[in-house]
């Protein structure tokens, strides 16, 4: 099946810092999805976007719709030591049945 | 349900042997996926139910893999025969349709021993 790419695997970052990572994938998608796992748990839905260009906010946390379609990204400002976990990128096609995941980003956050 | 349910949360099985994961998803919903994840890994797709339409089993790994949803509700995945690289977490998750994020349950721990 298809695998979205995603980047970095895994930062190591200090309490207070942004934080940047992306998706990208060779298909044009018409819905990204951001999720975040905790260990032990299954992944939790942070942010949806449904429109190229879209930029979206929960909180600390902004992801948007790349305007090629084929990408996407999410920031978190000012990181905290719960938000470390695995973060998951999903896209999904007009004609697909199923989103599509990325290969996850480990987070951690220094105190 | 508020959530989707999934059991039991831990299995360890003899290499061979057959087992059955569960899946109860959230009420209403009627798309229902399961998951693969091994250890550090994403999430592999293995089947997705959508109403009263077949199944799309196009991620299955092998035969010895088989699910079937009753009812339009409660889901279970059958792995016969279980060899050590099916251990991993077999994560279940539902949806009001194909164009809507998934509820995630809190998986299955599998692990073939």
């Known amino acids: 099946g298809q695998q979205l790419n995603q980047s970095p695997q895994s930062m190591f970052i200090q309490e207070g810092e942004d934080v940047s990572m992306n998706c990208t994938s060779s298909s044009i998608f018409n819905t990204w999805l951001w999720y975040k796992q905790d260990p032990g748990e299954g992944p939790v839905l942070l942010i949806a976007l449904y429109k190229a260009g879209e930029l979206t906010s929960n909180g600390r946390l902004t992801a948007q719709f790349g305007i090629t379609r084929k990408d996407s990204f999410l920031n978190i400002s000012a990181s905290i030591p719960s938000d470390v976990g695995i973060y998951f990128c999903a896209g999904r096609s007009n004609t697909g049945n199923q989103f599509y995941f990325g290969t996850g980003t480990s987070l951690t956050v220094i105190p | 349900g508020a959530g989707v349910s999934q059991s039991p949360s831990n299995k360890v099985t003899e290499k061979g042997k057959d087992v059955e994961l569960r899946c109860d998803p959230i009420?209403?919903?009627?798309?229902l996926y399961w998951y693969r994840q091994s250890l550090g890994q994403g999430l592999e797709f293995l089947i997705y139910?959508?109403?009263?339409?077949?199944?799309?089993k196009s991620g299955l790994p092998s035969d010895r893999f088989s699910a079937e949803r009753t009812g339009g509700s409660v889901s279970t995945l059958t792995i016969q025969r279980t060899q050590q690289e099916d251990s991993a977490v077999y994560l279940c998750a539902s949806s009001f349709g194909t164009s809507y994020g998934y509820t995630f349950g809190s998986g299955t721990r599998l692990t073939v021993v």
């Open positions: 139910f959508q109403g009263n339409s077949a199944p799309d």
């Open positions: 009420s209403g919903h009627t798309a």
